[in-house]
């Protein structure tokens, strides 16, 4: 299972005005691998973004 927890910010004023927002997030997933295949013979890598299994 792949999980991840995002969290970002931002604020900005224009004029009288001064806006604040913020998001939380979660995110999860399974990767069915083969039967036949033991733990020890999967690998994963991540690399400018991208999860390779």
Do not use: M
């Not at 604040?20 to 890598?45: L, M, N, Y």
């Amino acid at each position: 299972t792949v999980s991840s927890q995002t969290k970002s910010s931002s604020e900005h004023s224009t004029g009288n005005v001064r806006v604040s927002e913020r998001s939380f997030g979660t995110f999860s997933r399974t990767i069915a691998v083969p039967e036949a295949i033991t733990h020890d013979q999967i690998k994963a890598s991540f690399t400018d973004g991208v999860l390779e299994v």
